[in-house]
């Protein structure tokens, strides 16, 4: 079965540095998509950066980029320049094809920004 | 675009109580899902539909009935809402069940059971 991981809690950065959110996950698939999500306090989910298993580099979004370490099966979400508006709840998840190709999320990073 | 609605944005009910929350897409999308949210953790599937007419359980359907009756909506049941029911239930849409098939979510409805 597919598993996602995030086992940082919570983390605290200073605004303007950079933050690395850690993801692992567990698949015995050939071909997967990964993804992140922001959820602030307002409840709504924010699609920020995917990650196919296939693609030759990293991801990249604007200010967030995603280390994707295949023989790691590590997948974390780097924000750099890290703003007030950052702070919020992050959520890594990859589609399982069963079941409708439901996304399989991780217990969430709450990131807290600190002026 | 909308993109995904929900209705309603937040509700209370008393154990018994019945409701249905209602999902909308405005994308033409093939695939609807409706997940729960509760504290802590991340989204868990209940119910899915691959296209017009269908349903399927997901990972906790116990308690939740589905239909989807025309393409763009999606409609989540509760019968007789429970405590254990309180949540926050997100309704998503996809073009596909792939791999690399973004899924698109509505804003959320809370739900409180009393």
């Known amino acids: 079965a597919q598993k996602i991981t995030q086992t940082q809690p919570g983390m605290f950065v200073q605004e303007k540095e950079a933050v690395t959110l850690d993801c692992t996950y567990d698949?015995?698939?050939?071909?997967?998509?990964l993804f992140w999500y922001k959820q602030p306090s307002s409840g709504e989910m924010i699609f920020l950066i995917y990650?196919?298993?296939?693609?030759?580099q990293n991801a990249t979004e604007g200010r967030y980029s995603l280390n994707f370490q295949k023989a790691r099966k590590s997948a974390n979400l780097v924000i750099s320049a890290s703003q007030l508006g950052d702070s919020a709840m992050y959520f890594c998840?990859?589609?399982?094809?069963?079941?409708?190709?439901?996304?399989?999320f991780g217990q969430g990073t709450e990131l807290s920004v600190k002026p | 675009n909308a993109g995904v609605t929900q209705t309603p944005k937040f509700r209370v009910l008393k154990t018994g109580q019945s409701m249905t929350l209602l999902c909308a897409q405005d994308?033409?999308?093939?695939?609807m899902y409706w997940y729960r949210q509760d504290p802590g953790m991340g989204l868990r599937l209940i119910h899915y539909?691959?296209?017009?007419?269908?349903?399927a359980k997901g990972e906790v359907p116990d308690g939740y009935n589905v239909s989807r009756l025309k393409k763009q909506n999606f409609l989540l049941g509760l019968e007789s809402a429970a405590p254990s029911q309180t949540s926050v239930y997100f309704c998503?849409?996809?073009?596909?069940?792939?791999?690399?098939?973004?899924?698109?979510f509505g804003p959320g409805t809370r739900l409180t059971v009393l």
């Open positions: 998503a849409s996809s073009q596909g069940r792939g791999w690399n098939n973004e899924q698109f």
């Open positions: 698949t015995s698939d050939q071909s997967y998509g």
């Open positions: 990650q196919g298993s296939y693609d030759e």
């Open positions: 998840a990859m589609r399982d094809y069963n079941q409708g190709g439901k996304l399989i």
């Open positions: 994308m033409n999308h093939e695939y």
């Open positions: 539909s691959v296209g017009e007419g269908t349903t």
